[in-house]
């Protein structure tokens, strides 16, 4: 070549080798929020896995001699100063002017605890059988109720543990099909244009303008009570999407209008790309970032509404393990005076739902970070 | 501008056409009618309904016919004699059912809708003006909270903090004695004494979600050029701020007006069964689940007539707060 | 500056001397730094920048981006982004009353500096549709500063408001005064942004690239009424830009920053004639413009100006400067030597070579333009005897667009009847102004638009193929013979794919059946031609500065080995001395790559010095078309005269007759054309024929071609010739 290429042919010293992935992830690491909610929704989700060898006793399993069974605490130390964890059983005491109980923990009740325990029979993932149970009382026939247990007696926490699987799940399900219906509408939108654009676009503002509740409701509602639970289950994510996929499809659609008119998009089609190489390799990837983010933003309205549709007793219905349908245990003043500890499914309704809303909010940033 | 609102209005026929279809599609959506489960509910008490006549019944209420056909027929009545069929749980016309219903459910979402205006908004320019301040982490926090808090829960453990304080149940919007009785000084002051828990409830979502609007799109606007030109001009701080990057970061919070009051709408169904309110949740709810189909139909379509109403009533602030949305319409109209 | 030691003979001065006394000086700068904290680090923006702003006249700050002239205009006012602090130095300003403040030292949201703001120093930037409200009409912004500074009842203030606008020529300004920024052309928002900055009649006026965003002609009437505003009202100005043409237009004295160095000050005459700075030397070399020789290749300075935080110890300039001295340079900061008593430049080899003189003529033939021997020789060069390798016919497209069910349908005519050859071995330069189609031109040849009527003739084995007829399936091979280069270097480029992806991607799409081997071979191999080492391939393009993006968008084009490369505006997104390096690099790959370039740009100069033949769009339609020389020295249509008229070139005013008229208006609405020639409403020369009747051009051929009834010479023949024709 001629000097003038050649003097200008700097030499970078150090040209990033960084890929655009690499920088989304670089970016959103600096969101410190974002990570604490990637790792709590990791290990959430890891949980849903695990339901039935992490939970201490089966999700069924009730005792009637322990209904409303309050909290235990782990003792780690026996009186004489030993290490040997356990919980202490209750004394019921009767009071008969009030016809109220009332708990006092009995020392001499020592149920002593373990890792890697036996106890109630399962199907891990409802195919492998087995007994062990990650955490647990000793002796296979003593309880343990670290969060209380309901009116039946059966633990809260092993209940809310296995209700995650259905409660995380659910979300995801009802998103996906979102995704999908989002995906197709919104780039129908964006690459038609025009007139059909118009349509679907007038279509949207009007699903968005309907109160949503109501409608759930109103759909739920015709889901019939004998229906078996894997039914119901798929039945709601779908009532659940059919209003959720509007807010993806827009953003499928504002971004594909925008990469449309991007200069790169023009390159590829001079370079000579197909119509399906154009949307897969040079829009797709550019906008995946988004739609994570979108998604990772819509999960939590799922979950909350599929909480707030089985509470009602239209969502999912027991024997189903729900968040919901656990959350239905308090249904009047009463049940929280008395056990107040059946709130701790809602807990973890609100500890997963901002662990989403945190990581989804921290991929937005990443993956835009001009916008927000 | 007032081409504007009649262009707007033009679309709200469409919409209220819609709105009533989807609303009685859905009660068509379960299998049977309440034909089926009135029967079933006699042979439960031991009494028997044959054939012959449960189709009488289905032909004194229409419910025989194809649901097209109800459907107009139900329409039609409803806007020209205002009678929105018959509430057989009830057993009343349902629109002697509706409107207090209707009316306290508006009251009500319009009383939290100003409430999350009057809290958010100040708090959302406080943050961003303040922002990585100790009080910006705290609202943003609670911003965060309050959007991950389903409203049925924060409706129980306010029911349950109320409890523990008064040793009372706290619930309802009226006492009984005000139920279904006219308006009056007392009726309004039973009210406001009732009211504060379910906006407390309905509104810390919205107003959650304002914050972090307000809070994002005023971070957005300070860094615009014309806030520099502002300043430069020699506008006090304070002044330049409410008068420009404010006032452009109140645009997109009005457009998303809307999604906030149709949320609070939405809202409102769910915590007035929890919090045993007299609005439409409950009604709706039971009608619902009892297929009361003609009840039903007419309160989702109201409900859905509500949440119009505020998306055109956000529209019409958005114009009026914006010129070039104003513009856009004069121009065509000189050109047209 | 006071701490610098001074090696060489001439005397220390203070900016405020400037030879003229301290007591001129409106604005006295010392040693102002100004820093940006970021997420890792700490960026000095502003490094020790002493200025003096003279009563009465223009500084202009010239550099390139970066280099800091925005902070300092933001620093003066003291709106500054949060993260920057001002570390060290003063800033004196001489108010009204005769006191002298030191604007560094009071509190940046304090009453002292905003009683100064927009009273005594305003401020007008470079995009008026950012800078200006939507929310409020025009004339409620005006009078704002009215309201904070004087006590003024409305009435008044908007009598004061229409009274400015009409100064500053706003068009119909009782009517302009109630719309809203969006309803106004370009112009009519600058004129707004400046009779908001001059109602309270500011004794310093910052300009901040006012001119930049707009098109040259526009640019030009700017231009001529910032400089009559300032001299009635004897207002001194602080005048920012990039473009060192529009410092000959304005400026009294010149300081030219480098990465928040000032590194030369003085006069306008000497810093455009005669500057000792080897950057500023650097860059009015490689500045093409009308009066360079077209074809010569450009002095380009090498390399781009780095990112803040890899700031070169020293002389910030080191490592990119020719006299560079190991050791020296690149250790120590930079010695002030003086070369008149108003003339300073900082730089190590300068003060040394004033020490020994012998070296003097070593540095001056160092930074003697570059002879390029080849020029003479070029390989091919225009084959006007063959037959055109490219023929556009009659080609038109325009556009529907709807904004929604209620609105009327626009038709947008982008192009009307465009019609040229072109010519094996040549580069025909297209230019015109924003919205005159050229980039529709562009994509319109390539068939990414498909044109509403017309031809476009490409020459192949099998004789002429009409592209425009073709469907896509069969243009695809056409597009490895003529390939394209964006203007954002920035955009063009998936932010997914490497350096090696994209260049390779034309090449995997077949066509030309390459085996994975011959792909890389090819891409190392362009690579190399356009100056990249091949070690850069599997990098990402967000990793390279603008000109090495071009660089690549370049390699891109020339993978398939095209004949005929379209390029849109391919160095306007560049840095001065980056955009010379680039034009060079498509000059010497045209000269041994035989290939044919449409070159499309808004800039004449560029234009001129590229291409053999240049042709002038306006609203769609070529209205001149001629070898570039024979335009260049006899423009016939009013239009291209006017472009050049606009055109700002680096020549000080004092050393120039002064320029003739400028046009007024603007370009015409796509939408709605005007009838007749649409060049009639801003025509001095217009006739009634030319409001009805449009004017034909055959700008095919290589001769001059113009579409005009009266095509001029001179002005003066013009007006003789409209005469006889009257009669």
């Known amino acids: 070549m001629t000097d003038t290429t050649a003097t200008a042919a700097m030499q970078p010293t150090q040209i990033e080798r960084r890929s655009q992935s690499a920088l989304i992830w670089k970016r959103f690491k600096r969101h410190k929020l974002g990570l604490i909610g990637l790792w709590v929704t990791l290990f959430i989700y890891l949980c849903t896995l695990f339901v039935e060898i992490l939970a201490p006793q089966g999700a069924t399993a009730y005792s009637t001699k322990h209904a409303y069974y309050p909290p235990q605490r782990i003792h780690f130390f026996t009186e004489n100063g030993s290490f040997k964890p356990h919980v202490l059983g209750y004394k019921v005491k009767f009071d008969y002017d009030t016809g109220s109980r009332s708990f006092i923990p009995d020392p001499r009740k020592v149920i002593a605890l373990g890792f890697w325990v036996k106890g109630d029979k399962y199907k891990w993932l409802g195919l492998i059988p087995g007994d062990r149970h990650l955490f647990g009382p000793i002796k296979p026939r003593e309880k343990m109720f670290l969060v209380g247990a309901d009116r039946l007696g059966r633990d809260v926490l092993s209940r809310t543990i296995y209700a995650s699987r259905i409660s995380m799940t659910i979300g995801l399900a009802g998103v996906a099909l979102s995704l999908v219906l989002g995906i197709a509408i919104g780039g129908l939108s964006g690459y038609m244009g025009g007139f059909t654009d118009q349509i679907i676009q007038r279509f949207i503002e009007f699903l968005q303008s309907l109160p949503s509740i109501p409608l759930w409701i109103g759909l739920a509602a015709a889901i019939p009570a004998?229906?078996?639970?894997?039914?119901?289950?798929?039945?709601?994510?779908?009532?659940?999407?059919?209003?959720?996929?509007?807010?993806?499809?827009?953003?499928?659609?504002?971004?594909?209008?925008?990469?449309?008119?991007?200069?790169?998009?023009?390159?590829?089609?001079?370079?000579?790309?197909?119509?399906?190489?154009?949307?897969?390799?040079?829009?797709?990837?550019?906008?995946?970032?988004?739609?994570?983010?979108?998604?990772?933003?819509?999960?939590?309205?799922?979950?909350?509404?599929?909480?707030?549709?089985?509470?009602?007793?239209?969502?999912?219905?027991?024997?189903?393990?729900?968040?919901?349908?656990?959350?239905?245990?308090?249904?009047?003043?009463?049940?929280?005076?008395?056990?107040?500890?059946?709130?701790?499914p809602g807990l973890i309704v609100v500890i997963a739902v901002l662990a989403l809303n945190f990581l989804g909010d921290g991929l937005r940033d990443a993956a835009d970070p001009h916008e927000h | 501008m007032g081409r504007f609102i009649l262009n707007r209005m033009l679309w709200v026929i469409p919409t209220m056409i819609a709105i009533s279809i989807v609303a009685f599609a859905i009660i068509t959506l379960p299998p049977g009618d309440y034909v089926d489960r009135y029967a079933a509910v006699l042979a439960a008490q031991g009494d028997y309904m044959d054939d012959v006549r449960k189709e009488q019944m289905r032909e004194q209420y229409g419910l025989d016919r194809p649901w097209p056909v109800q459907y107009v027929n139900w329409i039609s009545d409803a806007v020209l004699h205002g009678d929105y069929g018959w509430s057989f749980e009830q057993e009343r016309p349902v629109s002697e059912v509706i409107w207090e219903r209707l009316s306290l459910t508006a009251i009500l979402s319009l009383s939290t809708?100003?409430?999350?205006?009057?809290?958010?908004?100040?708090?959302?320019?406080?943050?961003?003006?303040?922002?990585?301040?100790?009080?910006?982490?705290?609202?943003?926090?609670?911003?965060?909270?309050?959007?991950?808090?389903?409203?049925?829960?924060?409706?129980?453990?306010?029911?349950?903090?109320?409890?523990?304080?008064?040793?009372?149940?706290?619930?309802?919007?009226?006492?009984?004695?005000?139920?279904?009785?006219?308006?009056?000084?007392?009726?309004?002051?039973?009210?406001?004494?009732?009211i504060w828990i379910p906006i407390l409830v309905l509104g810390t979502a919205g107003t959650a979600s304002i914050i972090r609007t307000i809070r994002a799109n005023l971070l957005d606007e300070l860094r615009k050029p014309y806030v520099l030109t502002a300043r430069a001009k020699g506008v006090p701080e304070a002044r330049a701020l409410m008068k420009y990057p404010v006032r452009h970061a109140m645009n997109p919070f009005v457009s998303g007006l809307n999604d906030i009051f149709v949320n609070i709408i939405s809202g409102e169904t769910i915590v007035a069964i929890v919090l045993g309110l007299q609005t439409t949740g409950p009604l709706l709810y039971q009608a619902l689940r009892a297929e009361d189909s003609f009840l039903a139909a007419t309160l989702i379509m109201f409900l859905g007539i509500l949440g119009m109403i505020g998306t055109l009533f956000s529209d019409i602030l958005l114009a009026w707060l914006d010129p070039r949305i104003r513009r856009q319409f004069t121009r065509l109209g000189k050109a047209g | 500056m006071t701490n610098l030691s001074n090696t060489t003979g001439t005397m220390p001065k203070r900016p405020e001397d400037n030879g003229m006394g301290v007591s001129d000086n409106l604005l006295s700068m010392r040693n102002l730094t100004v820093s940006f904290k970021t997420d890792d680090t700490k960026l000095t923006a502003l490094n020790k920048v002493s200025l003096a702003i003279p009563e009465g006249k223009t500084l202009c700050l010239v550099g390139e981006s970066g280099c800091g002239k925005s902070v300092t205009a933001k620093a003066i006012l003291r709106v500054l982004a949060e993260n920057a602090s001002i570390d060290e130095g003063e800033m004196l300003f001489r108010t009204k009353s005769g006191a002298m403040t030191d604007l560094a030292s009071i509190r940046d949201r304090g009453e002292a500096i905003r009683k100064l703001r927009g009273d005594e120093i305003a401020m007008i930037y470079q995009e008026p549709m950012t800078a200006i409200s939507p929310l409020y009409s025009i004339g409620n912004q005006i009078v704002e500063a009215l309201r904070w500074h004087r006590n003024m009842s409305e009435k008044e203030a908007r009598r004061e408001a229409l009274e400015v606008l009409r100064q500053v020529g706003m068009p119909a300004p009782e009517r302009r005064i109630d719309s809203y920024s969006f309803e106004l052309s370009g112009g009519q928002r600058q004129r707004a942004m400046i009779a908001m900055a001059l109602i309270c009649r500011p004794r310093l006026l910052i300009a901040d690239e006012p001119t930049t965003a707009l098109d040259v002609t526009t640019q030009a009437v700017i231009l001529d009424l910032l400089r009559k505003m300032q001299e009635q009202d004897k207002m001194s100005m602080l005048f920012i830009t990039h473009d060192l043409g529009v410092v000959a237009e304005i400026a009294d004295e010149v300081a030219v920053m480098y990465m928040g160095n000032v590194v030369e000050r003085g006069p306008v005459e000497r810093i455009l004639t005669d500057p000792v700075h080897p950057y500023t030397k650097g860059l009015i070399a490689s500045l093409p413009t009308l009066s360079k020789k077209a074809g010569e290749s450009l002095k380009t300075i090498p390399g781009s100006v780095p990112h803040l935080k890899d700031r070169p110890k020293g002389c910030a300039f080191s490592n990119r400067c020719e006299l560079f001295i190991d050791g020296t340079c690149n250790q120590l900061p930079p010695l002030e030597y003086g070369i008149a008593p108003d003339h300073e430049a900082y730089c190590h080899a300068l003060a040394r070579c004033d020490a020994s003189p012998q070296t003097d003529a070593a540095i001056t033939s160092k930074l003697a333009p570059r002879k390029n021997e080849q020029d003479s020789s070029r390989k091919g060069g225009p084959d006007y005897n063959a037959d055109p390798i490219l023929k556009l016919r009659h080609l038109s497209k325009s556009f529907t667009q709807s904004s929604g069910f209620f609105s009327k349908t626009r038709h947008i005519h982008s192009l009307n009847g465009v019609s040229f050859d072109l010519w094996p071995g040549e580069t025909l330069g297209l230019v015109g102004e924003s919205g005159c189609g050229k980039s529709t031109l562009g994509q319109t040849v390539l068939g990414l638009h498909k044109p509403t009527s017309g031809a476009v003739e490409v020459q192949t084995e099998d004789g002429y193929v009409d592209l425009a007829q073709l469907p896509r399936k069969?243009?695809?091979?056409?597009?490895?013979?003529?390939?394209?280069?964006?203007?954002?270097?920035?955009?063009?480029?998936?932010?997914?794919?490497?350096?090696?992806?994209?260049?390779?991607?034309?090449?995997?799409?077949?066509?030309?059946?390459?085996?994975?081997?011959?792909?890389?071979?090819?891409?190392?191999?362009?690579?190399?031609?356009?100056?990249?080492?091949?070690?850069?391939?599997?990098?990402?393009?967000?990793?390279?500065?603008?000109?090495?993006?071009?660089?690549?968008?370049?390699?891109?084009?020339?993978?398939?080995?095209?004949?005929?490369?379209?390029?849109?505006?391919?160095?306007?997104?560049?840095?001065?001395?980056?955009?010379?390096?680039?034009?060079?690099?498509?000059?010497?790959?045209?000269?041994?790559?035989?290939?044919?370039?449409?070159?499309?740009?808004?800039?004449?100069?560029?234009?001129?010095?590229?291409?053999?033949?240049v042709a002038v769009m306006y609203a769609g339609q070529i209205v001149e078309i001629a070898p570039a020389d024979d335009l260049f020295n006899h423009p016939k249509h009013p239009y291209t005269r006017a472009l050049m008229a606009a055109l700002p070139e680096p020549i000080p005013r004092s050393m120039r007759e002064t320029k003739p008229h400028h046009i007024s208006g603007s370009v015409p609405d796509p939408a709605n054309l005007p009838k007749g020639c649409p060049f009639h409403p801003r025509c001095m020369f217009a006739t009634d024929k030319c409001k009805i009747e449009r004017p034909e051009i055959d700008a095919t051929g290589y001769q001059h071609a113009v579409s005009c009834f009266f095509p001029q010479l001179s002005p003066a023949a013009a007006e003789s010739d409209i005469q006889s024709h009257a009669h």
């Open chain 2, 113 to 194: 809708l100003f409430f999350t205006w009057i809290v958010a908004i100040p708090i959302g320019i406080y943050s961003a003006v303040r922002k990585y301040s100790l009080t910006d982490y705290l609202f943003t926090t609670l911003g965060f909270v309050g959007l991950a808090l389903p409203n049925f829960l924060l409706a129980l453990a306010l029911m349950y903090i109320t409890y523990l304080i008064s040793g009372e149940a706290a619930g309802g919007l009226l006492s009984p004695q005000y139920l279904d009785a006219p308006w009056t000084l007392g009726k309004c002051v039973d009210l406001l004494k009732h």
């Open chain 3, 474 to 613: 069969q243009l695809k091979k056409h597009w490895h013979d003529i390939r394209m280069v964006f203007q954002d270097p920035d955009g063009s480029f998936n932010p997914r794919l490497t350096v090696f992806d994209i260049i390779a991607e034309v090449l995997r799409m077949g066509g030309q059946s390459l085996t994975g081997k011959d792909i890389t071979k090819r891409v190392e191999d362009v690579m190399q031609m356009v100056g990249l080492d091949k070690a850069f391939l599997d990098r990402y393009p967000h990793a390279f500065s603008g000109g090495q993006r071009q660089r690549i968008g370049i390699a891109r084009a020339l993978a398939p080995q095209p004949r005929i490369v379209i390029a849109d505006e391919p160095v306007s997104a560049l840095d001065v001395s980056v955009q010379a390096q680039v034009l060079n690099l498509l000059k010497d790959l045209q000269r041994e790559l035989g290939l044919v370039y449409l070159f499309i740009s808004h800039d004449l100069s560029v234009v001129k010095h590229i291409s053999d033949r």
């Open chain 1, 226 to 344: 004998e229906t078996p639970p894997l039914e119901t289950y798929f039945l709601i994510s779908i009532v659940l999407s059919v209003l959720g996929w509007t807010g993806l499809a827009r953003v499928v659609r504002g971004r594909f209008l925008a990469l449309k008119e991007e200069d790169f998009i023009r390159a590829a089609t001079l370079d000579g790309c197909s119509t399906s190489r154009i949307l897969f390799r040079h829009m797709l990837p550019n906008f995946t970032s988004h739609i994570i983010a979108v998604v990772t933003l819509a999960i939590p309205g799922m979950i909350l509404a599929e909480t707030a549709l089985s509470y009602l007793g239209i969502g999912l219905r027991a024997p189903v393990v729900s968040w919901g349908v656990l959350l239905q245990e308090i249904q009047n003043i009463r049940s929280m005076a008395t056990a107040p500890w059946l709130f701790f």
